[in-house]
């Protein structure tokens, strides 16, 4: 059977191994958390390397693509470079792709309208394709890179005020090490601290990455639809403590987790036998309608 | 080799507080953050100053600051001028140790946030 492993600086608490069929094709997917330690991270890579079909990167990112720009994370470079044959995946690739559907689909078929909505999107660095989608639709958006990665008491209300922002923001940021920046290991589990509360709750919709929002979510959440991806069951519960309503995966839901974007490329690698350098936009997007993608929605309000 | 000299940091110091000044989105992303920054030059001696922030708004005094600082920031004096005139991003020299931020996580990130604000490059 093929086997994609992710590598996650994340919490070991998280991790899940479950087997999914792509395509009809059984495929074994596991990951495994480091709990912040980097250089377990890389030596857990060059023991996987030569012996799976796909590593994935979990909770650090290779490449940041904003506005047509890509910047080369250095934390995340140093940990591809460990493996010599086996390619090893950050899902950059098809969270471009699979967010803009989902965003697409949701605007369609959703439970909560986008068009005029009020959306919170925590962080465009690492998805700044969901960014823009959201504009395309009409979504009412706040972007909270500089409040929710720096600290800055500063919506962004405008995707051209996004790009300039967040390029410069991706320059530096690609730079340094990646706990300044993004929640690992322990604090992933943290009890969340508010932070800029009043954006959370003016917003119907809630988007972005799970760990980030997560993080400084406050605990009236009541009637919201959020946005995201790698949800295990104790943050549905945790989700639902808060009132959530609605929660929209943008990867499928496997055995009852929705693994992250890394996990889903390393699948596609392992389905196309290739890395996604080598990869065309046609081959996501042939994958993506033969498996008949659409995001995953749930109503927190019904049990189960 | 250009000996950078205190009055060059003294210059470019005042060109970053003028530049500051002059971006107004920076008074609303720095309200609510006040905070004494102490800039010393490890190898010039008296080549010392002190940035304040104070409700959105940024002033510049010689020498150092007459209490505690929250952020203190050390270097050669030739990287100190080239990071405030915006020759330098601040991020490589930090990351390399040639530049040392004393302050917490939150503040040094703040402080490179204000830093990219301000210059384009």
Redesign the interface.
């Known amino acids: 059977m093929k086997k994609v492993v992710s590598v996650s600086l994340g919490s070991s608490r998280r991790d899940k191994t479950a087997v999914a069929r792509f395509l009809d094709v059984p495929i074994e997917l596991a990951r495994v958390g480091c709990d912040g330690d980097v250089e377990k991270a890389r030596a857990l890579i060059r023991r996987l390397d030569g012996t799976v079909d796909a590593i994935g990167l979990g909770g650090v990112d290779v490449y940041l693509q904003v506005a047509g720009e890509r910047y080369v994370v250095e934390d995340g470079l140093r940990l591809v470079r460990e493996a010599k044959t086996t390619p090893v995946v950050d899902g950059s690739r098809v969270k471009e792709t699979v967010e803009r559907r989902a965003v697409e689909w949701l605007a369609e078929h959703g439970p909560v309208p986008l068009k005029g909505a009020k959306v919170l999107l925590v962080s465009s660095l690492d998805r700044f394709g969901m960014a823009e989608a959201l504009a395309e639709v009409g979504a009412d958006t706040v972007y909270g890179d500089?409040m929710f990665?720096?600290?800055?008491?500063?919506p962004i209300r405008s995707l051209a005020e996004l790009a300039e922002?967040a390029g410069?923001?991706a320059?530096?940021v690609s730079?340094?090490p990646i706990h300044?920046?993004y929640p690992v290991g322990q604090k992933q589990d943290a009890e969340p601290v508010e932070r800029f509360p009043e954006f959370y709750r003016e917003a119907d919709v809630v988007a972005g990455d799970w760990h980030l929002m997560r993080r400084y979510m406050p605990r009236d959440m009541r009637g919201k639809m959020i946005l995201t991806q790698t949800i295990t069951p104790d943050d549905r519960a945790f989700l639902r403590e808060r009132g959530v309503r609605w929660l929209v995966t943008t990867t499928p839901v496997v055995d009852g987790r929705s693994f992250a974007t890394n996990v889903i490329e390393g699948a596609f690698t392992a389905l196309l036998g290739r890395p996604p350098e080598a990869w065309s936009r046609e081959d996501v997007d042939d994958l993506l309608r033969k498996m008949d993608y659409q995001p995953a929605v749930q109503d927190l309000e019904r049990p189960g | 080799m250009h000996v950078a000299t205190r009055d060059e940091l003294s210059a470019a110091l005042d060109d970053f507080v003028r530049r500051f000044r002059a971006e107004p989105?920076l008074k609303?992303?720095?309200?609510?953050w006040n905070r004494t920054i102490h800039v010393a030059a490890d190898d010039v001696a008296g080549a010392e100053f002190t940035l304040r922030l104070e409700d959105g708004e940024l002033s510049l005094q010689p020498g150092p600051p007459a209490g505690p600082a929250e952020l203190a920031v050390r270097a050669d004096l030739a990287t100190l001028a080239a990071i405030f005139r915006g020759e330098m991003?601040p991020?490589?020299p930090y990351?390399s140790g040639r530049l040392r931020i004393a302050a917490s996580?939150?503040d040094?990130?703040?402080l490179?946030?204000v830093t990219?604000?301000i210059w384009?490059a």
């Open positions: 500089m990665l720096a600290g800055v008491p500063y922002i410069k923001m320059r530096e730079k340094l300044m920046i | 989105r609303q992303m720095t309200r609510d991003s991020t490589e990351m996580e939150e040094t990130m703040r490179d946030v990219l604000m384009d």
